[in-house]
């Protein structure tokens, strides 16, 4: 029964929602809300499993002053100076002035930030080994590269208007007709395969073929 | 010479007649010096001019707004004839009543050339009595100068109904039976015995050469299932080759660690890890901490990992879930310390950072064909066998209808829209 109730509740609530789809009549036209509003609950509720294994976790660490303990220290630090101040400012927590407004705009906001910027170096780097001419495909996809990103640049099209290119193999009109038509449709024959595999992947969770998510076959 | 005449002999009644004279001279005095009101111009213009009303209209429709719950009606006519550019019409108004015979209370204004409004102001199944105005006005500076109207029949009664099935989507509900179908029958003819054949997918041939990296190397594996929660495919998918790794792992004698960005999927993340140690005969070997919670947030999440991976520098990362702006954070630093990855997403943005980042990477519909790929079940694979004869109908679709739509002879793609 540990399997089979599992496996029940997913066909039905995977039918159910299949059904809502198409049928606008009440209560299926209100079964989406409401198990959004459940799974939120759900998930509120979860958070608490989620804090206590990283505060378990982490004490744990520095308990037995395991490898990089002092991080541990640095967790159980942030997490109950921000729990404590958010709780102790009550529901204007999030006002502008209070502690936590101060923790969230001068500590968090540039921490998120900085992880953010590391995209542009990230980028670069991945680009440089991404675009080097290897072989004809590697070759391609540096020139698609180079002409996109020359043609969203002013300085594209007014290297060209030097050499007085005409106005249809601008790098921006090159750029736009890479983006809209050879871009497009890769990523519509990725979306359309993707589409069909959640579908399939939903078919088999909701036949109970698929098992493994339960843990197991 | 006033004081001599009101000490006079004159009567009082002349006195007084002449004082309320005076009065009567400044306060007319008085009222005339004024500047004219609004009021006063309002009522000398608010008489319409004559032959300004406009023919009411016609063939007044109140029907059940088709395809919902039972929550709008659609009022429709036929324009009124002086509804044209410099025409008499310059709006409609609309009005409501629960009886034929009732008081009818406005409930919206179309302009002028509209030939129909919804009201989404109803009661499921009650009955309600509509009728039309034309209306021709004259406006100044927000202030009606003077309005005049003509009002159509009543009509009714109509209901909204809320409808048990969504014509709209009829195109889609065919399509959703055609490709159940063809799962279906295709794992039906795999559990019958017939050999299906399965194109090769490296990414996930790669897995068990990962994973015994990893335990060559002495190092850890590194499961990174996405930011989403459990209620995304992408999720689910990238939970059930958890499942098949984590079992590669126990076998091997390979510590395989589990950081997740929420509590439900740790949760799940733990059942399936410890599952898999118990199928590969090793329960003993779990350890609880080996799934554990990082953070919700997004970038938070990123920075526990990438400081993971550069402490602890695992020799294999497998990145499969749904992943946003920390797809390539998350895969340059494993590449930057010599990983070996296998990435995956349902997200068309992320992938190229994969690619770029990754040593193989599940693109699209891989990522969910890894589970019946990697256990080889008969009837998982027969799902991936129908899954691509969609593929191929979907194909033939988009060559037939381009041709067609080339040659203008047939808009096929009319029946692959989708209503949102």
Redesign the interface.
């Known amino acids: 029964m540990r399997r089979e109730i599992p496996l029940i509740i997913t066909a039905v609530v995977g039918i159910f929602f ?1 059904l809502q ?6 209560p299926f ?1 209100q079964l989406n809300g409401w198990f959004s509003d459940w ?1 939120s609950i ?2 509120a509720c ?6 206590l ?2 505060i378990r ?1 982490s004490a ?1 660490k520095i308990y037995r002053r395991r ?2 303990w002092g ?1 541990a220290i640095i967790i159980i630090i942030s997490f109950l100076l921000i729990t404590i101040i958010g709780f102790w400012e009550g529901n204007a927590f999030r006002d502008s002035g209070t502690g936590f407004d101060w923790l969230y705009r001068f500590i968090y906001t540039p ?2 930030a900085t ?2 910027a ?2 542009a170096f ?2 670069a ?3 440089y ?2 675009f080097r001419a290897r072989n004809l495909e590697a070759t391609l996809l540096l020139l698609a590269a180079f002409f996109v990103m020359l043609g969203r640049v002013p300085v594209g099209d007014a290297l060209a208007g030097i050499f007085h290119v005409p106005e249809s193999i601008l790098p921006s009109s090159i750029a736009t007709w890479i983006m809209n038509f050879i871009n497009t449709a890769g ?1 519509r024959a ?5 589409a ?10 909701i ?1 109970g ?2 098992r ?6 | 010479m006033i004081v001599r005449f009101f000490a006079g002999k004159v009567s009082v009644k002349i006195k007084i007649a002449i004082i309320c004279l005076i009065a009567q001279f400044f306060l007319v005095g008085i009222a005339l010096s004024q500047p004219p009101t609004d009021s006063v111009i309002i009522d000398t213009l608010r008489t319409p001019p004559p032959d300004v009303t406009p023919v009411m209209v016609k063939s007044v429709v109140a029907k059940d707004n088709p ?4 929550r709008a009606v659609i009022i429709s006519w036929d324009l009124s004839v002086d509804d044209h550019a410099g025409g008499k019409v310059t709006s409609y108004k609309i009005y409501r009543s629960e009886k034929r015979g009732g008081i009818f209370a406005e409930i919206g204004e179309a302009p002028s050339g509209s030939d129909q409004m919804m009201d989404n102001n109803v009661t499921r199944d009650e009955e309600y009595y509509y009728k039309v105005s034309a209306i021709n006005e004259l406006k100044e500076g927000g202030k009606t100068i003077w309005q005049v109207s003509s009002e159509s029949d009543v009509v009714g009664p109509a209901k909204a109904v ?5 014509t709209r ?1 009829l195109n ?2 065919v399509g ?1 039976i055609i ?2 179908g063809l ?2 029958y295709y ?1 039906n003819q795999a559990k019958s015995g017939k050999k299906l054949f399965i194109r090769k997918i490296s990414g996930l041939d790669a897995v068990d050469e990962a994973v015994g990296r990893a335990t060559e190397m002495g190092k850890k594996i590194f499961f990174i299932p996405g930011i989403s ?3 995304n ?1 992408q999720t ?2 990238g ?2 080759i958890l ?2 790794v984590a079992q590669l792992a126990a076998e091997y004698e390979t510590w395989i660690e589990v950081p ?1 960005s ?3 999927v ?3 993340a733990k ?2 890890v ?3 140690y ?2 590969a005969g090793r329960p003993d070997a779990f350890h609880e ?1 080996q799934v ?9 999440y ?2 526990g990992i990438d ?1 993971m991976f550069v ?1 602890e520098k695992p020799a294999t990362v497998f990145l499969l879930g749904n992943f946003y ?1 920390e797809s ?2 998350l ?2 630093t494993g590449n930057s310390i010599g990983a070996i990855q296998i990435a995956g997403t ?1 997200q ?1 943005s992320q ?3 994969f ?3 990754c040593d193989y990477t599940l ?7 890894a ?2 790929y990697l ?1 080889r ?1 008969p ?2 694979l027969g ?2 066998k ?2 691509d004869i ?2 191929a109908i ?1 194909l033939a679709a988009i060559l037939v209808g381009s041709l067609l739509e080339t040659f203008n002879i047939f808009q096929l793609s009319k029946f692959f829209r989708v209503l949102e």
């Open positions: 299949v789809y198409f049928i606008p009549h009440p036209n799974f759900i998930g979860a958070i608490w499993l989620g804090a294994n990283l976790i744990d490898e990089d991080y921490l998120s992880m953010f590391l995209l990230f980028v780097s991945a680009s080994r991404a990523q990725i979306l359309i395969g993707i069909l595999g959640i579908v399939s992947t939903s078919l088999r969770i036949l073929i698929e493994s998510y339960l843990g197991g076959e | 395809n919902d719950d039972g809320a409808q048990w099935f969504d989507r889609v509900f959703m490709l159940c799962i279906i794992i929660d459990v209620d495919v689910i998918a939970l059930t499942g098949r997740v929420r509590s439900l740790m949760v799940t059942e399936i410890k599952e898999a118990s199928k901490d554990h919670y990082l953070t919700d947030d997004q970038f938070g990123a920075a400081g402490r702006a390539l954070i895969s340059e349902g068309p992938l190229p950072f690619v770029a980042a693109i699209g519909e891989e990522l969910f064909a589970s019946a256990s079940e009837k998982l799902s991936l129908g899954q969609g593929k979907i």
